[in-house]
């Protein structure tokens, strides 16, 4: 460095003299104060070293980031305190000039838009219309590859589920529920057989069965050979929201969904008694077959889950 | 050494000018780009430092902190639904059906060296930066700083809030665990609520009926790609912005409307804030290090008919789920066609309203107050008791409904009954900004008569008059409050004095 | 007088077991001809349907099970310690006769137990929840059980004597059981109501569902066959091999969960995420910034 004191022109300050207190650092004790950044630096070397130690034996991720984290921590309040204790501490001043500009480079701007543009545009009326028509049909025509692409339209997928008549109930491992497995205040999770294993049986054809009473049941009116043997199925998509309704209280015979609380009376056709659901669960109605095994007579014959616009 | 060579050593030096090797390079560029006027001026340029401007500082380095640890787990992550099993070191899930960005997401955390920190870093930087720009928003808010000539940058601030908000839902998605899965079921649905077009827009958004493949693929490139692009685009028009109309401050000895009083960028500034993005990186590490985020191992993988009770989103979301929870069940049906009252109104028109109050607040604010001047200097909130209160008000209402969100956690942690604590937030939902508003009126106006209030280091003396009456009046200034007393100095400059060329070695020269 | 206090007896259980309608349908077929079998298909569910069934001399099933759980009846030498205990603890509300029918005849606020097992029995006791600490509350709390565990057996011995029915008390066999089959299930099964972490939270009408943190295994498998309370009962739904990967699960990750990631922040999830983020994160650095900025 000793060669810079002789190349470099020495220089003054205008303005502020070298001892003005604007640039003196704001510390009271500028040598201690740099003793203890310099530590702060060092600890924080020591740390980043550190974390390429950890890295390098692959040790627990906590110590990763305690090193890492800390190392960066401590330069990071080292190089602070350098700037708020050891800089010139100021305050200085800047003038704010306006940003508007004169009167005359104002009008001078908008007179080149307004009559540059304005002239040529008017003479030449039908070229303009036709240039954004063109544009503007481009850009409606564009919308159908950009978005219509996206996906399929709904149609009719949202009105109905994979279960048809006499479509088999299974559990998720695929094995039928039959009518002496549940006790009374059991529930299940059953899908129509084959589609335990597709998303669409997962999302929209999940069903809760539960078994509420171990003689016929009927849940309302209408729905009397909906329920035999006590076993009743509902939809398990919230008509709120679409979350599973998993939750079961027996006693209560409440069904809850876990997402906002709504509470569906399970006795009286899944009616909502609490909570943000507006509608029922749809109720899917079942029969036993000869062999004991649970089936469903029909599709629900209304959507599942939540509200949407063409839902009636 | 021989003379020779010191010769050629100084007229090398010579040639590259006063500064070296810097300087030279410096010429250079200069040379090109014509920097070196605007440049000095940029060093120059003065920054208030008020602690309370540190919170966009905050924002803005947590968004640094999300691109380095974002860029680091792109690596590694799959975002693809196709199903395979997972075998790795995490048992319980070991022979699990699960889907590749699950498998990924969690072989990143487990298999990846650094990887799960580098994933708890990035959700807690997450957390830190919405959090940031609300307070940051705040901060702006309560101080009047949107006003004229800032409204543009206002806006550009609140479109930034809404874009970190959606992309931290759609990394929150990611990973497809259970938690995050019913998210996304939930979002769907309410995509679903809109009226007329909701099922086509989320045909067209999932690609098809929920869950589809697209999904998660659709959800990365938004998240890694397009939102950030955008929110990178705008925090450049933020700070440009920012540059170019100057920093407003708060009034004080020596400033104005048409000066701005704090330290220069270089190197005052730049030490700090610099030392400040280390910090903040730091704390994000040491976050990252010692508290467990998202812990998608214990949730599992997401199945359409799989749930866990008690569910939450991100707390940034947490209002939208609270406003789910509270309202009622009252849905619109007629000529055959629905309107899910109760998913939209809470979820997409509440939103609505409250993002877009923001938007159009300056301008409806100059409405009112017909004030078209500009300003440079801030409001004490106190002063201001109208706009403060109503931003209390909607603080109010967003932390009640924030609060509802975890209605079955309140019921549990008290033991009260569900059905109970959900009529409660109802009630102090709808109370909270009719409370806040003439709460923080009130209060305000006390403080405005209070002398000297709101000022740094000054102790109100209360004297009891000889009426009996209180009277609160401000104490004098501390004597070693010496910082506060400088009046505030033009950035100095250095010109070139040969006058002083004999000072000779030892000499210290004042490096800027 | 015998036969009055006999008919009110009579009546008294009539309208306990049609207040009590969840269980009166169970208990109804429960009669002294032989155990109640609640299920018939599904093998190895609880009942004596599968193999290794052990009998004693009289016939009477005295084990069965599997590799995965074994189902042991408590000895009916224990029955007559069980009848005392029995009626020093609990007869004040269930009744001498254990049918939910106290002396001062206030009937159908307190269950039925007759018929219930002898799991049902014992996890009520050995779970701290019977006696009740409190009896006209609405779910009764988990707390360090009264009664030692030999005395728990000993009434359920008592309680099965009038009117012997299953399932009996589960011993699981964890070592075969697979972990991750038990999340699986855990997750489709039990985690709408106990959380994914195992928490429990807050359910409809005041009750709630427990924390799973701190229940030993053999208690996990009797409440899951035999439904305390609000909870549902799995049978016939759930085989005893998928019960013990359950058990598994629950006493392993469930209870000691591995959190790889530093504090578990109390399996809150992101309601505790993001009062650390805002709190902890922004707090902090905003009060850094209060010492990097000036407060003038």
Redesign the interface.
């Known amino acids: 460095m000793s060669e810079h004191d002789e190349s470099r022109t020495p220089v003054a300050l205008s303005g502020l003299a070298a001892n003005d207190p604007h640039l003196q650092p704001a510390a009271r004790n500028p040598q201690l104060v740099e003793r203890v950044i310099a530590m702060c630096f060092l600890v924080g070397i020591i740390l980043v070293i550190g974390f390429g130690a950890c890295y390098w034996v692959n040790a627990k991720p906590w110590t990763l980031g305690a090193t890492m984290g800390g190392g960066l921590f401590f330069l990071g309040v080292g190089l602070v305190a350098w700037g708020k204790y050891l800089m010139p501490r100021g305050p200085f001043v800047e003038e704010r000039h306006t940003l508007a500009n004169s009167e005359s480079d104002r009008n001078a701007f908008a007179a080149a838009i307004v009559e540059r543009g304005g002239t040529v545009i008017k003479r030449r009326k039908m070229l303009g219309g036709l240039l954004g028509g063109g544009l503007g049909i481009f850009g409606v025509v564009a919308i159908f590859p950009l978005i219509r692409s996206l996906g399929p339209l709904p149609k009719s997928t949202l009105f109905h589920t994979d279960w048809r008549p006499g479509s088999f109930a299974v559990d998720i491992t695929g094995r039928r529920v039959h009518k002496g497995d549940l006790a009374v205040g059991s529930i299940v999770t059953v899908y129509p057989e084959g589609f335990q294993d597709t998303d669409n049986g997962q999302a929209v054809d999940q069903t809760v069965l539960i078994r509420i009473s171990n003689q016929d049941f009927t849940t309302q009116k209408g729905r009397e050979s909906w329920g035999p043997a006590g076993y009743i199925a509902y939809s398990k998509l919230c008509t709120h929201l679409g979350c599973p309704v998993g939750l079961y209280e027996q006693q209560l015979q409440l069904l809850v969904c876990p997402c906002h609380q709504s509470m569906f009376n399970a006795t009286n056709g899944a009616v909502p008694n609490f909570g943000p659901a507006p509608r029922p669960l749809p109720q899917l109605p079942l029969y036993i077959d000869a062999d004991g095994y649970i089936r469903a007579q029909k599709d629900y014959g209304q959507p599942v889950g939540p509200g949407f616009w063409e839902r009636s | 050494m021989s003379s020779e060579v010191i010769n050629t050593k100084r007229a090398k030096q010579a040639a590259a000018g006063p500064y070296g090797k810097v300087g030279h390079a410096l010429n250079e560029l200069d040379d090109r780009l014509g920097v070196a006027k605007g440049g000095r001026t940029f060093l120059d340029k003065i920054f208030p430092d008020h602690w309370s401007f540190m919170l966009g500082e905050i924002a803005l380095y947590s968004f640094v902190v999300l691109l380095a640890t974002g860029v680091f787990l792109t690596l590694y992550y799959i975002p693809s639904t196709a199903l395979t099993t997972y075998h790795g070191s995490y048992l319980p899930l070991d022979g699990q059906r699960v889907t590749e960005a699950y498998a990924s997401s969690v072989n990143l955390s487990f298999a990846v060296r650094a990887g799960l920190l580098m994933r708890q870093m990035h959700h807690w930087a997450c957390d830190i930066f919405i959090g940031a720009i609300v307070v940051h928003m705040a901060r702006v808010f309560f101080t009047g700083a949107f006003r004229k000539p800032r409204e543009l940058n206002w806006t550009i601030g609140t479109t930034l809030m809404i874009l970190a908000i959606v992309n931290g839902f759609l990394g929150y998605s990611l990973p497809d665990d259970l938690v995050s899965g019913t998210g996304i079921r939930i979002a769907y649905s309410i995509i679903l609520s809109i009226p007329v077009v909701g099922s086509y827009l989320g045909f067209l958004v999932f690609g098809g009926n929920f869950p589809g493949t697209m999904v998660i693929p659709r959800f990365f490139i938004l998240h890694v790609l397009i939102v950030p692009a955008l929110i990178l685009g705008l925090v450049g028009a933020h700070l440009f912005l920012l540059v170019r109309q100057k920093h407003t401050q708060f009034p004080g000895k020596g400033r104005t409307e048409n000066n701005v009083v704090g330290t220069p960028m270089f190197p005052v500034f730049m030490a700090k804030t610099t030392g400040f993005l280390l910090i903040v990186a730091g704390v994000t590490a040491l976050l990252g290090a010692f508290a467990q985020i998202n812990p998608i191992w214990q949730f599992g993988p997401y199945e359409a008919s799989r749930i866990s009770y008690a569910v939450q989103p991100d707390w940034y979301m947490g209002f939208l789920d609270g406003a789910l929870r509270i309202w009622p069940s009252w849905s619109f049906h007629s000529f055959g066609y629905t309107i899910p009252l109760e998913v939209t109104v809470p979820a997409v028109i509440l939103p609505g309203i409250l993002f877009n109050i923001a938007y159009v607040w300056p301008a409806f604010e100059r409405k009112l107050t017909k004030d078209f001047a500009m300003h440079n200097l801030l409001d004490r909130p106190s002063n201001r008791p109208k706009r403060t209160a109503a931003g209390v008000a909607v603080l109010a209402l967003l932390s009640m409904l924030f609060i509802a969100s975890s209605t079955d956690v309140i019921a549990n942690f008290f033991h009260l009954p569900l059905n109970q604590v959900l009529w409660g937030m109802r009630i102090l939902v709808i109370l909270s900004p009719f409370v806040a508003y003439p709460v923080t009126w009130k209060i305000c106006q006390e403080l405005r008569v209070v002398e000297g209030g709101g000022k740094r280091k000054t102790t109100n003396v209360v004297t009891r008059t000889a009426e009996g009456e209180y009277v609160a009046t401000a104490a004098p200034v501390y004597v070693d409050d010496v910082h506060s007393e400088l009046e505030a100095s033009e950035v100095p400059t250095f010109i070139v004095d040969e006058t002083d060329k004999e000072t000779g070695p030892g000499t210290r020269t004042v490096d800027r | 007088m015998i036969t009055t206090s006999l008919k009110r007896v009579g009546m008294l259980t009539i309208a306990g077991l049609l207040l009590a309608a969840?269980l009166t349908?169970?208990v109804?077929?429960a009669g002294a001809q032989g155990r109640v079998v609640?299920?018939?298909?599904?093998k190895n569910a609880g009942t004596p349907n599968s193999t290794n069934v052990t009998t004693n001399s009289s016939g009477v099933v005295i084990s069965y099970g599997n590799s995965a759980i074994t189902y042991n009846a408590p000895s009916p030498k224990l029955a007559s310690l069980g009848q005392a205990l029995f009626l020093q603890n609990c007869a004040s509300c269930h009744g001498t006769e254990a049918n939910g029918v106290p002396a001062n005849g206030t009937s159908g606020a307190y269950p039925n137990l007759v018929g219930l097992g002898p799991a049902t029995i014992d996890f009520w006791i050995e779970s701290g929840r019977m006696p009740a600490a409190d009896p006209r509350a609405i779910q009764a709390k988990r707390r360090p059980p009264r009664l030692s565990s030999k005395q728990a057996v000993a009434i359920a011995a008592w309680v099965n004597s009038l009117s012997p029915s299953y399932p009996d008390i589960p011993t699981p066999n964890l070592k075969n059981a697979?972990?991750?089959?038990?999340?699986?299930l855990f997750?489709?099964?039990c985690?709408?109501?106990?959380?994914?972490?195992g928490?429990?939270?807050?359910?409809?009408?005041?009750?709630?569902?427990p924390s799973l943190r701190n229940i030993p295994a053999y208690q996990v498998v009797e409440a899951i066959r035999t439904?305390p309370?609000?909870?549902?009962?799995?049978?016939?739904?759930l085989s005893d091999f998928q019960v013990r990967d359950i058990v598994k699960?629950v006493t392993?990750?469930i209870q000691h969960?591995?959190?790889?990631?530093?504090?578990?922040?109390g399996g809150?999830?992101?309601?505790a995420?993001?009062?650390?983020?805002?709190l902890?994160?922004?707090g902090?650095?905003?009060l850094?910034?209060?010492?990097?900025?000036?407060?003038?």
């Open positions: 969840p349908f169970f109804a077929g609640y299920q018939t298909t599904r697979n972990v991750s089959d038990g999340a699986a997750a489709l099964n985690a709408a109501c106990h959380t994914i972490e928490d429990g939270d807050a359910l409809a009408q005041g009750t709630y569902a439904g309370g609000n909870m549902p009962r799995f049978t016939g739904n699960y392993t990750e969960p591995q959190n790889i990631g530093g504090l578990g922040l809150l999830g992101p309601v995420e993001g009062f650390v983020g805002l902890l994160g922004v902090i650095l905003a850094v910034g209060f010492w990097v900025g000036e407060r003038q």
